[in-house]
Structures are given as structure tokens and as C-alpha cells.
């Protein structure tokens, strides 16, 4: 399937910097002590898991998790299912780990079971993982690289899609969310030119099981009305 536009193929890596501010101390702690508490591990991903303890009875997956809020609300909501949460803005790492662990517990404080981070790029995690192993996949509010010429950086690309459909059971549910009107024009025409995934009309209210974020009630008192998709791997 052709990109809309002619857009290039995705570049090696799809965000930009990986720091924002300088780490206080409390956060390069968490970085140096949590983090590995939590750390999802390459060697894993043949069989994902494996790296839960106990093992759940589903995976999911969500790409870019921001200042961790959705993540930590949807591994307190099921505790059955496994969440693998990528993000590799260490300010956003931090931010997590910080709404997990007391200041004083970052070596010791409990950790949830089913919670794991990956902390590169999530495109090198889903071309590791085996085929029809997720469950769910969560992409909320991502950077929406508003220039044409950045267009290429989109997760929701046309070269992306067969991985993502190879990771999904069928049946699986993709959950995609953005309040930028070039973002969700670009989704709407891209979900429209393919056929691994059906697309019903997407949401103007966040649906029940949606635990908000951030970035939604930023874009909110902005004026701007987010979109919310459920996107259906087909069989």
C-alpha cells in the first residue's frame, strides 16, 4: 500500500531527544535503581510472558506511555493481564516510576507484578516479538509530527501496519487516541487504505476503560477535541 502523500518510509528511529531537563537526584535514582526493577528485557521477548511473575493470561502493549498515568491505571485495573509500556523520554520514565515508589523505596518498595518497561524504541521490541502474541495495543496522544516533511515519523504508517498485525491476535484490539486535526486526518486516511484491520467510526468522548491522561486534559482546556479509535485485527 502506497503512504498518503508518497510519504518516505519510516527513518531508524521516530522520536527526537530523549531528555528534556536535567534529571534531578530523586529521578536519576529511579533511573538507576527502579528502572531495573521494572526493565523489560530483550532476551524476553520470545516469549513475553515469561517475564511476569505469575505469568498472565494476556499481553499488552503500549507505545510511548507518556508521564505514565494510562499505564499505571490499566495495570491496577487488570492485574490478569501483562503490560509492556515503551517510552523512551527519561522524564517520562521517571514520572512513572516516581507514582510507583515513595521517595526512600526506589530499592525496595513493591512494584506491580504485571507491569514491565521497555525503554528503546518500540518499533525494535514489536519486530522481536512472535506473531500473534498481543492482546491489546495502546497508542495515546503521540507526538503528531504536524510537517509534512516529518510525516515519515508517524507510528500509524502504512509501512507499519503489517508489523502491527503481526503481533496482534485476531480479534485484538489496537486503541488509538489523538486531539491534533492533522494527526487524526492522517490516521483516518491511512485506516482507510488498508485491510488488516477493521475500523469503526472513532469516539468524540473518551469510552469507559479509557483512564485519561496528561496530555488529553491539556488538549481539552486547549479547545481541542480528541478522536478515540478501536482498531480490530482482523482473522
Known sequence: MAAPGGVKPPPDRLYGRARGHTLRPRQQVLLDVTLPRLAFAAAAA?????AFDPRPRALWLEVGFGG????????????????????VFENGI???????VP????????????LRLWTEDARILLRALPDACLD?????????WPKARHAK??????????????????????????????????????????????V????MERPDGWPPTRYEAKAIRAGRRPLYWRFIRRA
Not at 46 to 50: E, I, K, N
Not at 103 to 114: C, T
Not at 170 to 192: L, N
Open 103 to 114: 521517595e526512600g523505596g526506589e530499592a525496595s518498595a513493591p512494584l506491580p507484578a504485571n
Open 68 to 87: 505514565g498515568e494510562h499505564a499505571v491505571a490499566q495495570a491496577a485495573a487488570d492485574p490478569d493481564a501483562g503490560l509492556i509500556a515503551c517510552e
Open 94 to 100: 521517571c514520572s512513572l516510576l516516581a507514582r510507583l
Open 200 to 203: 469503526p467510526p472513532p469516539a
Open 46 to 50: 520470545a516469549d513475553p510472558l515469561a
Open 153 to 198: 515519523r508517524r507510528f500509524v504508517h502504512p509501512v507499519q501496519l503489517p508489523e502491527l498485525a503481526r503481533v496482534l491476535k485476531p480479534g485484538a484490539e489496537w486503541r488509538v487516541a489523538s486531539d491534533d486535526p492533522t494527526y487524526q486526518a492522517w490516521v483516518t486516511e491511512v485506516m482507510a487504505r488498508q485491510v488488516l484491520f477493521d
Open 136 to 144: 491489546r495495543l495502546f497508542l495515546l496522544f503521540p507526538d503528531p
